[in-house]
């Protein structure tokens, strides 16, 4: 059944996309609506390689994470001479940048966009739809578990400081600047590489793919999931890209439905589904404290602030 | 040589003198107090010492070099750190997770910082004695958002402490923090100062101030008014007159 499989692939994708999004949006606290750019830099770049160059998938791939990575590195040196609303603004410019980039420069081939990407293929065998979805499988472990990691280490919990605080976070002495272009390359070579793998897996690249719509949509999903979290960036991601199968009617209307929720949620429950002060994980997290204070006697606390904030 | 040295500062935003050429300097171990009215330029003092504001004249030097255009980070991993006035935590991250976040810039230059937090045993230890200091351990994984004031001024002090700073800069710690916690808060900053570390405080609760410091520096209007040992600033008419006249009653 191809059809699983290609569904699989696509929604994987996307779930790669939005967790590598978080870095930057979730962990760093910068706006970023130009996510799809990069998405398709990393597309673009292995594609010309590939077809014009005979460079195979493998090769195809450090490629374009280098170039997500050189973007990124840009793209976050940009970012420090920006106030907030200035930064989200330059990030939904790129997008058309981007565009304009693919369109008229030969190399990535015009309006055409690249075609006939041979397969990849793996020790003789060519790549099916069933490798395809797993390689984007695989692809998403290991950018959750990088994304985890990140989070685990002392450069991660100096990210998060930076989203809530960057004046103190400069005052402990945190790199502000040095961390925030990190977290954008870091995220961006992401996005390269999940660009690679979808190039291979459509076989071609049109530069309308990578517009701002997709970047919307790949907020949107983490939105929806939950800012802040890998949990809710795969879960939006499934929910938002699962949709258009499920329902056959949304797919024509996708964009409308999808702002629709957006709305629903900013208004309703602007953390997101699974987000850290969600309805649900409230929920959850009240019933292991109810667990526990019934195992030990509570004892008032004297430093926690009582009533409204 | 002094350890901290403020050499002539002014800072002017526009046509506003916030600080007019203040001088000050804080020897090696001292507890050194700043006090005046509200509007005195005492938090804009400590923005210029902390690196926020670049004095528009005049230098402020750490040990003899000059820190005036090093910025907060710059400032800060030389020795010198501040709590805020208005507390300032991560709030989405637990009282545990803001002290390793000001931690994390001060661990040996040869740990990685993309090492995990939790294989760090020395700062594990760190983090375990501020909190124990800062009486903090029983709320170390609350998030910082639910801390009440008393909460968040001990939270501002331990992530101050955390790179082991040689000046320590506190921004009004008594503010708001009622009758009830003045003595704890107090006998905090003795066990700070034993340590040996020096400590330049502005303080609005004058009583407060005089108790702890061995020098006083009174601004008004963002000039130096007095400056010395807090019992012949207690007396001094012109501080009386700008400030102390109206407040006395109300901070003892």
Redesign the interface.
Known sequence: MTYYEVVTTTVTLYAILSVSLNIVVGYTGQPHLGQAAFFGLGAYVAAALAVRHGVSFWLCLPASVATGLVAGLVLGAISLRLREDFLAVTTIGLNFVAIVFFEKIPFFGGSMGIYAIPLPSLAGHQFTPLDFALAAIALLIVTIAISA?VD???????L??I???E??????????ARYKIAAFALSTSIAGLAGALYAFFMSVVTPDSFGFTESVVILAMLMLGGV?TIRGAVVGAAILGAMPELFRFISNYRLLTFGAILVLILRFQPQGLLG?DSAVVLALRQAITRLRTTRHSAHP??????GPA | MALLEVDHVSLRFGGLYALTEVDLSVEDGALVAVIGPNGAGKTTLFNVIAGRFKPTAGDVRLNGRSIRSLGLRGVNVLGVARTFQIARPFGSLSVAQNVQAALAPHRDAHRSSLAPRWCDADARRRLAELLELTELASVADRRSGELNIGGLRRLEIARALAGDPTLLLLDEPAAGIGADGIRPLAELIRAIRKHGTTILLVEHYVGFALSLADKVVVLDEGRKLAEGDPEVVRRDPRVIAAYLGTDTVEAQ
């Open positions: 990691y685990s280490t002392w450069f991660g919990v100096s998060r400081a989203k809530d605080d004046l103190a976070a400069a005052s402990v002495g945190a790199p502000v802040g850290d606390d004297t430093l926690i602030r009582h």
